[in-house]
């Protein structure tokens, strides 16, 4: 890859795809761009989120017989930390390269990773909450519900 500034490049992308009236359609460029090494991904950590790890870490977080649901997944990091946590997990992008991605960095992952590409407001995703689960916001760009018991 030449040297671009992974966070220019990356606004490159968005603002065609902006421009082009189809605003998540620059998430599939970018990964995809990055599976043939032509770009960076730039939140791309290899890790899940540090902030997430905090909070899970100080609530001696155990999800056995609990639901979790990763939204905007991206790579996979912080939905296969949940699922390791013991979360039923289901994950999912608007970028299919992103979910084949992640299915491949973590093939012996119990996460169920999906491709969406919402056709209107992402609002709706609250609805996926259960009566009486949460919806918690996570670090980053992903947003994490874990519907039913409090976690």
């Known amino acids: 890859m030449a040297n671009r500034n992974p966070d220019t490049q990356a606004r490159h ?25 032509e ?12 902030l ?4 899970a870490q100080q ?8 639901w979790a649901m990763v939204v905007v997944c991206g ?9 390791a946590l013991g979360f039923e997990t289901v994950a999912f992008d608007v970028a299919a ?3 084949r991605s992640a299915r491949q960095r973590f093939p012996d992952s119990r ?7 919402p056709s209107g407001p992402a609002t709706g995703l609250a609805r ?11 670090p980053g760009a992903s947003r994490t519900v874990s519907p039913g018991r409090e976690p």
């Open 13 to 37: 992308f968005a603002a065609e795809a902006l421009a082009a009236d189809d605003p998540t359609s620059w998430f599939e460029r970018l990964y995809a761009s990055a599976a043939g090494d």
């Open 39 to 50: 770009a960076v991904v730039p939140w791309d950590r290899g890790a899940p989120h540090r």
């Open 52 to 55: 997430l790890v905090e909070w």
């Open 59 to 66: 609530r001696g977080l155990d999800g056995h017989g609990k």
């Open 75 to 83: 790579l996979g990091e912080n939905a296969d930390y949940m699922a």
């Open 97 to 99: 390269t992103a979910i």
């Open 111 to 117: 996460v169920d990773y999906l491709h969406h590409r």
């Open 128 to 138: 996926g909450v259960r009566p009486g689960g949460r919806d918690l916001h996570g």
